[in-house]
């Protein structure tokens, strides 16, 4: 489970859940129908039954919208992990551009130093400079 993705862990972990609930649901219900079973008169037993029988009504749709909303969780966490490597490769392709272009302007900016009169000059060889008298 160490490589499994976490929207997987929360559906696997929901159905185990929407089992277990289930069947505490039933079990409640089953109780009631005991109760009702066991009761001397009918309006007695009428009301076990109908209480059963909203028991598991009202149980069955609990369990029903906790599995919609881990459902909801898993489905979000999914998207956004999706949109948060979407976001990264965007930003891998983009950054070696912007690198590109920094080079460019630095490049430029090294031209402008040395074209402006202020600039000192590094040469690597000596200027051969002109006399007047070799013409």
Do not use: C, W
């Amino acid at each position: 489970m160490a490589d499994a993705d976490l929207d997987a862990i929360i559906r696997q972990l929901a159905k185990q859940q929407h089992k277990t609930l289930t069947a505490a649901v039933k079990k409640r219900r089953d109780r009631y129908a005991a109760l009702a079973a066991k009761a001397k008169d009918t309006e007695t037993r009428q009301r076990y039954r109908q209480l059963a029988k909203e028991t598991l009504e009202i149980g069955t749709a609990t369990v029903k919208r906790l599995q919609m909303s881990a459902d909801n969780a898993a489905y979000s966490y999914a998207r956004s992990i999706r949109q948060a490597v979407e976001a990264s490769s965007a930003k891998t392709k983009a950054a070696p551009a912007t690198k590109v272009i920094s080079a460019r302007k630095a490049s430029k900016k090294r031209r402008a130093d040395f074209s402006s009169p202020h600039a000192k000059v590094h040469r690597s060889r000596p200027i051969k400079r002109s006399s007047a008298g070799d013409d």
